[in-house]
T-cell receptor, first 115, second 115 residues
């Protein structure tokens, strides 16, 4: 089945540090890949997406590249701010292959940025 | 701005007392979803509507029902809330897959407390 794996545990880092959150997936065919961000007490906001191999999604200084050879979609940001503190979810959709738009989510990573 | 709106943002109910959560959208999307998200977990899909076609997930308890009276509105009814139903409930929408988009857009969520 389709699944997404995110690195274990919260991520704590200092302001202006480099952020990487690992995401790998298992799926046949050509899934779309997403990163969603959830601020405390809020719903999920789409951060970025990629729909085919080697696509790079980017938004608000965050980037992720769809790597089919390594089945990965790692999220990166060069210089984090305190306001980036949130939970980040990696997700995939097989809708374009099967017409069934169920999102498979990773477990999420809590990111805490310390001033 | 086109958006997904959920009301109320916070709902308190008593054990066994029926409760209804509402979702509306100005995106004119065909598909609407309801998710349950418990603390420190990823969202879990309960069901979705493709236009007026209702699609229930196999493991969604019978206690959860939904109505979609028109394109813009969708309701989640919990017939007899138990303590284990306390969670954040997220509504999401997406366009018709035939239009080539599989991105889901989420509302801010309703935090349900069961006393």
């Amino acid at each position: 089945g389709n699944s997404v794996t995110q690195m274990e545990g919260p991520v704590t880092l200092s302001e202006e540090a480099f952020l990487t959150i690992n995401c790998t997936y298992t799926a046949t065919g050509y899934p779309s890949l997403f990163w969603y961000v959830q601020y405390p007490g809020e719903g999920l906001q789409l951060l970025l997406k990629a729909t085919k191999a080697d696509d790079k999604g980017s938004n608000k200084g965050f980037e992720a590249t769809y790597r089919k050879e390594t089945t990965s979609f790692h999220l990166e940001k060069g210089s984090v701010q305190v306001s980036d503190s949130a939970v980040y979810f990696c997700a995939l959709s097989r809708a374009r292959d099967y017409g069934n738009n169920r999102l498979a989510f990773g477990k999420g990573n809590q990111v805490v940025v310390i001033p | 701005d086109a958006m997904v709106i959920q009301n109320p943002r916070y709902q308190v109910t008593q054990f066994g007392k029926p409760v209804t959560l509402s979702c509306s959208q100005t995106l004119n999307h065909n598909v609407m979803y309801w998710y349950q998200q418990k603390s420190s977990q990823a969202p879990k899909l309960l069901f979705h509507y493709y236009d007026k076609d209702f699609n229930n997930e196999a493991d969604t308890p019978d206690n959860f029902q939904s109505r979609r009276p028109n394109t813009s509105f969708c309701f989640l009814d919990i017939r007899s809330p138990g303590l284990g139903d306390a969670a954040m409930y997220l509504c999401a929408t997406s366009r018709d897959l035939a239009q080539g988009s599989d991105t889901q857009y989420f509302g801010p969520g309703t935090r349900l407390t069961v006393l």
